[in-house]
């Protein structure tokens, strides 16, 4: 029994993750040639995604997390976002580039933009690994896209389910008895 037997199919595989990272990493590294920016790392999704997306970035970065409420065990976004742990540096003056698993409704982004807009960065972009356009509540602007996704409960490469899940390689749906949908 492997958690793998849990998923229905698999959206995106290893080997298309890994090409889409190191071209994000890549575009990033041109985008900011000749400063040094501070990737924000949004806890716990976008950790594997980070981890990766770093080693792809040829500058001298900085590298913080911040963690805020998610859903919890629901599937769906409250809307209500609150952070769980604040960043340690001040991003005052500095070139922000904060990086997320994945945009649904866009509300905790948008909670986050704001929250870290005024801390007056010197500029502040978004790279987000998956996007659930259809599903958007307010407008965003993303500024670095993985993948559009469709509208489905997806799992794996940092993202979970009942915080379980986040160490499949692969980016998966699930059955829908594992979750009763
Ligand atoms: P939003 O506020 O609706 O945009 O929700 C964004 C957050 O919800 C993401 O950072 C994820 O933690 C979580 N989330 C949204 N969709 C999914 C999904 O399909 N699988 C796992 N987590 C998800
Ligand atoms: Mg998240």
Redesign the pocket.
């Known amino acids: 029994m492997s958690i793998a037997d849990d998923v229905k199919k698999i959206l995106l595989s290893e080997e298309q993750i890994k090409a889409k990272v190191a071209e994000l990493g890549a575009k990033i590294t041109a985008d900011y040639a000749g400063r040094s920016p501070v990737i924000i790392c ?1 806890l716990k ?1 976008a950790a594997l995604f980070t981890s990766d997306l770093i080693r792809h970035i040829e500058l001298p970065v900085a590298v913080d997390f911040m963690a805020i409420s ?2 919890g065990m629901e599937t769906k ?1 409250s809307g209500v976002v609150r952070i769980l742990k604040d960043l340690d540096s001040s991003v005052e003056g500095r070139h922000v580039l904060v990086v ?10 948008k909670y986050l933009e704001e929250n870290l807009r005024s801390r007056r960065p010197a500029s502040l972009a978004i790279c987000a690994l998956l996007d ?1 356009a259809t599903r958007r509540k307010i407008d965003i602007k993303l500024d670095y896209c993985g993948f559009v996704i469709p509208d489905e ?3 794996g490469y940092g ?3 009942a915080e379980k899940y986040r160490n499949l390689p692969f980016i998966g749906v699930l059955k829908p008895e594992i979750y009763g949908g």
């Open positions: 949004i999704g998610s859903y976004s997320e698993d994945i945009i649904d409704s866009g509300l905790t982004l659930k409960f997806v799992v993202l979970d389910y």
